[in-house]
């Protein structure tokens, strides 16, 4: 073997042992992933299974994402997203010996995600790794328009082996409740795994109502999960407010764009505050037949209602009768978005006692350059 | 040899370096069964608690369906949010993909989305027949039976001796099998408006006091028979049921539905308009 071909083969070894995984000796650390990939930070994919005890009910599955970041020798990070790559929570953890102390939470609103609650937590420490845990977990956080407190109990934790890898075993008990009330409106036990190289691995527990199970789907970097999480996807039915045939210089919703909900929201709906009966005269009253040419098909007219009941964002998008894009002439879409201009006032959704912005829809069903119907 | 040694030394080194630039990340291998279930329960999961439309809730879809697109009712859980919203290329594709898959469970029911959000009263008609095909009976789709909703269709394509012929079908059969307060009081107003539409007034009010008797309040059965009183020249007594009519319809007593406007609905306006007819024709003739 010649010196050059001993130098490569010698560089290969190196090469290889320079790329095992370090190990942290952390009581903690080590049962994440090596130091370097938690330093740079990874993304779990989690499925979340829901099995209601009621076996008439079926089965349901969440996706969910969590990013875990070490920040420093005692202290990570984790930030939890929905199956749509929304922030849904933060969390900043602090190691003290083998205890796990959950430091700061917050949770984002989904629809303003400007609002962040952050966690009441009347007890930090969420587990001891290595020893036998006296005090409980707690944490107390907002959902919907509620607040409930979470509880949990280590009763034990034990080393066993998961895909032939070292892994931590916590048996705890844990009830929910909300706030200011004793009674338990779920509770059971859990088991919480952790898997060296993995980290949190799966969940199992089995409530009053659920049996659910958190099982670890796939892992990758931050780079490929900000490059997932630019999807380009909206909403079904979502306006590009920039693109759109109405002038809305004056047109301003009233909340954040993605709590713009829909007419059908609030009952009753949302829809022409004159009722249909009325719109539909302000219609014919204005409507120029020459204008419609003996077009058939669905002119749909899609807008957003803010909160104020003043439409905008207006776009028209044509159907025929197979219910295939097609192009009405211009003239027909200007001269009936003339007529809507003429309908000012509209009853918004309202939920839950609040005006909300909101998505609404007319259809005009021609046929041979007549309306035979306007609907909804 | 020794160049073709070098070679294969200098790969091996390539490949550590690409190894070590690129970790293997963890990913699950699942069985095929296994994604069946969980292609189920993703549709569940999609809706648990996410908005309906929302990404979150689409994305539960798509993975679902990259699991196993076999299942019709992901194909119209898509469709779903695109009916309420006026998306209707969109509709049309996933209801197809849907009904192409279990025709039994989602003909009758595109049948009535053409229906009542579309008033494509041929397509609805086709649905209905498509679904009853399939299941081998007349069957139902959104609780509403096939002949019920057949019998609409042709109301409004207005061929009403047929659509009498699907109301009665439907109404016989439910006062056989389960008796006359189980049958749709919305069928026998169709069927009252049908039969005035054919000019057998008689007919149609005898319709509307068995519709009465299901439900006593609905103001749409004393506008018609409103509109029969002053067809007749019976002037107080149109007047008389106007009032009822509105009492009951400012309750909230009358036909519609949730997100689409009802064939025939009534409106305030229409109640005014009639009374206003009444009162002319009132002070016309005295």
């Not at chain 1, 919703?253 to 249909?276: L, Q, V, W």
């Not at chain 2, 679902?64 to 898509?78: C, G, K, Q």
């Not at chain 2, 009853?132 to 909703?149: I, K, L, P, R, T």
Request: proline share 2%; with cysteine.
């Amino acid at each position: 073997m010649k010196l050059t071909q001993f130098k490569n083969l010698a560089i290969f070894c190196l090469l290889l042992l320079g790329c095992k995984q370090e190990v942290s000796d952390h009581p903690v650390f080590k049962y994440f992933p090596s130091e370097d990939v938690f330093r740079e930070g990874y993304v779990s994919k989690y499925y979340y299974h829901f099995y209601p005890n009621d076996k008439g009910r079926d089965a349901a599955t969440e996706i969910s994402y969590i990013k875990y970041v070490k920040l420093d020798e005692v202290r990570y990070k984790t930030e939890t997203y929905n199956a749509g790559f929304d922030l849904e929570s933060e969390r900043n953890f602090l190691l003290e010996g083998d205890s796990v102390i959950l430091e700061y939470g917050s949770q984002t609103s989904l629809y303003t995600p400007a609002d962040t609650n952050d966690y009441v937590i009347p007890a930090k420490t969420t587990a001891t790794w290595d020893s036998e845990k006296q005090s409980p977990y707690q944490v107390q956080y907002t959902f919907g328009e509620q607040d409930y407190v979470y509880t949990e109990y280590q009763k034990s934790v034990y080393d066993t082996l998961i895909k032939d890898q070292p892994a931590k075993a916590f048996i705890n008990t844990y009830d929910y409740k909300k706030v200011g009330q004793d009674s338990v409106l779920d509770g059971g036990n859990i088991k919480t795994l952790y898997v060296q190289g993995l980290g949190f691995f799966g969940a199992e527990s089995q409530g009053d109502r659920y049996a659910r199970q958190t099982e670890l789907i796939e892992q990758m970097s931050i780079e490929e999960f900000e490059k997932r999480s630019k999807h380009g996807m909206h909403r079904v039915a979502w306006i590009d407010p920039e693109n759109t045939i109405s002038d809305d210089s004056d047109f301003k919703i009233c909340g954040h764009e993605r709590a713009i909900a829909d007419y059908y929201n609030s009952d009753p709906d949302g829809r022409y505050i004159h009722t249909k009966q009325a719109m539909l005269d302000t219609i014919k009253a204005h409507l120029d037949e020459s204008k419609l040419f003996d077009q058939s098909g669905r002119l749909v007219f899609r807008f957003v209602v803010n909160c104020e009941g003043k439409a905008g964002r207006f776009i028209a998008e044509g159907y025929d009768m197979s219910y295939q894009k097609m192009t009405f002439r211009q003239e027909t879409i200007d001269h009936l978005f003339d007529i809507f201009q003429k309908l000012k006032e509209w009853r918004p959704t309202v939920i839950r006692g609040k005006a909300r912005d909101a998505y609404f829809y007319i259809t005009f069903n021609l046929e041979n350059g007549k309306i035979v119907n306007i609907l909804p | 040899m020794v160049r073709s040694l070098t070679y294969f030394h200098s790969l091996l080194i390539i490949l550590a370096l690409a190894s070590f630039s690129q970790k293997e990340w963890y990913k699950k291998e699942l069985s095929e069964e296994i994604e069946k279930q969980y292609a189920k329960q993703l549709l569940e999961g999609g809706s648990y608690s996410s908005y309906q439309g929302s990404v979150p809730e689409q994305m539960h879809y798509y993975e679902a369906i990259r699991m196993d697109s076999s299942i019709a009712e992901l194909w119209r859980e898509f469709g779903t949010a695109r009916v309420k919203r006026g998306i209707l290329d969109e509709m049309y594709y996933f209801y197809g993909e849907a009904v192409e898959r279990d025709p039994a469970v989602w003909a009758g029911f595109r049948g009535y989305l053409y229906l009542y959000f579309y008033r494509d009263f041929e397509r609805a008609i086709a649905d209905f027949n498509l679904g009853d095909q399939a299941n081998g009976q007349v069957d139902y789709s959104q609780g509403q039976n096939h002949d019920y909703m057949r019998g609409i269709a042709y109301y409004g394509l207005n061929n009403y001796p047929q659509a009498l012929d699907q109301l009665n079908s439907y109404i016989d059969q439910t006062i056989e099998e389960a008796g006359a307060e189980w049958v749709d009081v919305y069928a026998l107003l169709y069927k009252g408006l049908s039969l005035i539409k054919l000019d057998r007034i008689d007919e149609a009010l005898k319709t509307f006091d068995e519709a009465e008797k299901i439900y006593p309040k609905l103001s749409d059965l004393f506008y018609h028979r409103a509109r029969m009183a002053f067809m007749k020249g019976e002037y107080t007594q149109a007047l008389e049921l106007i009032g009822i009519t509105r009492n009951y319809f400012s309750e909230g007593y009358y036909h519609q539905r949730p997100y689409v406007e009802v064939l025939d609905q009534i409106y305030l306006q229409d109640i005014d308009q009639l009374e206003g007819e009444v009162r002319e024709a009132i002070s016309g003739s005295g």
